[in-house]
């Protein structure tokens, strides 16, 4: 691939035109922090179109991950390629374990607005991004989703976590629930648009993969590798923003006993994560219990690092660290099994990775929340939300913590939009 670059880019006009530019491709990815500031995000915006190659699980697994430009997904029953795992909930839609696309255009958009394109032709390639935004005709925005449980189904499941722990088969556990919706025709593009806008979250991203696609709007980064240092960011303890005297609920957050319990234990298993492609006594707690405000909510994030040994590929860091503790619980195997005894649904990519590969070897990758699937083969949408269950929780504020996460997803599903 050769480079063009252009200076000065406006980021919300280049992500317009992309989005624009994504209706008529069968691959696309749009990654974007939606202005959020962050020391260890280096691009304000990331994109690629077009599909050279697509990779499956079976290519993942042989190395298509180590180098290149690759865009894609680890769907979280990928698990089942590095434990022995019960299956068989039913799925919304056929999501496969793992896909990526090596892309014939990629651009990036640092923080000081330059943009570079990467591209066989990226002079043509830089025209298109830079071209004006034409005007067009909204379509479909709207998913009528319905819970798949019952609140009573879901505080029953909840009790009967509570009972393992209690026996001590785990201490932690995250259960997710879902809505599902049917569809015919959507602008998926602007849903996106809408969802985005509605949050403001660090990690969104807009993916196509022929006729899957994920509408996500994610606070949480998986893990980051730069060289042969990684951070992973485990995001546990959430409470509502408030538009005013929100210094309140941050303090009320961070001094909540079960919220930090959930997060320190969640810490604790990435740190054994970590260790087993760490270099010796590299592994450290960068932070504990940071409150970050986003649009909607408050989290309490944690940031854990550590330096790779040498020879540590891309496929052994995943191996080491996935699925990521903040979807699991602990212990991590115990964990997942019990999760999907009682869940009503298979999760699909719901509490997998969406990211990207550069050309070194270096990746970032987010936790798949906050997000829509959309199979349009099948016209069918998921959503799903979860949450940490301990000892500590109170099956009834847990329901409502899953509401406040999906809503404002739902409210753009709807149409009605997020004006918290």
Known sequence: ???????????????????????SRSFFALYTSQGYAS?????????????????????????????????????????????????GN???????????????????????????????????????????EKSRKVGNTTLDFHPVETCESYLDAVR??????KRGDIYEVNYCTA?????????????????????????????KMDQLELLCTSPERYILKKGDQLWSQPIKGTN????????????????????RAENVMIVDLVRNDLSRVAAKGTVQVEELFGVYPFKNVNQMISTVTCKTRAETSNWDIIKATFPMGSMTGA????????????????????SGALGYIMPNGDFDFNVVIRS?????KQGVASAHVGGAITLLSIPEREYEECLLKAESLLQSAAGSGSNQ
Do not use: C
Not at 160 to 165: D, P, S, T, Y
């Open 179 to 207: 809505f599902k919706a049917e569809y015919e025709s959507l602008d998926t593009a602007q849903l996106f648009r809408q969802m985005a806008q509605a949050t403001k979250a660090p990690f969104s991203a807009f993916v």
């Open 331 to 350: 212990p991590k195997i115990s964990a997942m099994e019990l999760a999907e005894r009682y869940e009503k649904t298979e999760r699909g990519i719901y």
């Open 240 to 259: 509502r923003r408030l538009a005013e005297n929100n210094h309140v609920q941050e303090r009320l957050l961070v001094a909540d006993e079960k919220e």
């Open 1 to 23: 691939m050769s480079t063009a670059s252009a200076h000065k880019v406006d980021p919300i006009l280049l992500e317009n035109r992309l989005l624009e530019l994504s209706s």
């Open 372 to 376: 829509i699937a959309l199979d349009a």
């Open 39 to 87: 020391k260890w995000g280096e691009y304000e915006l990331l994109f690629a179109w077009g599909a050279k190659a697509v990779f499956d699980t079976t290519a993942v697994k042989n190395g298509a991950l180590e180098s290149g430009w690759r865009f894609g997904f680890l769907g979280y029953e990928l698990r089942h390629e590095f434990e022995r795992l019960s299956k």
């Open 90 to 132: 039913p799925a919304i839609g056929q999501w496969p374990e793992a896909q990526f696309f090596e892309p014939e255009v990629v651009g990036t958009l640092d923080r000081e607005g330059n943009l570079m394109v990467y591209a066989d032709e990226p002079g043509e390639a830089l025209a298109l991004v830079l071209a004006p």
């Open 160 to 165: 009967k976590l509570q009972e393992h722990i």
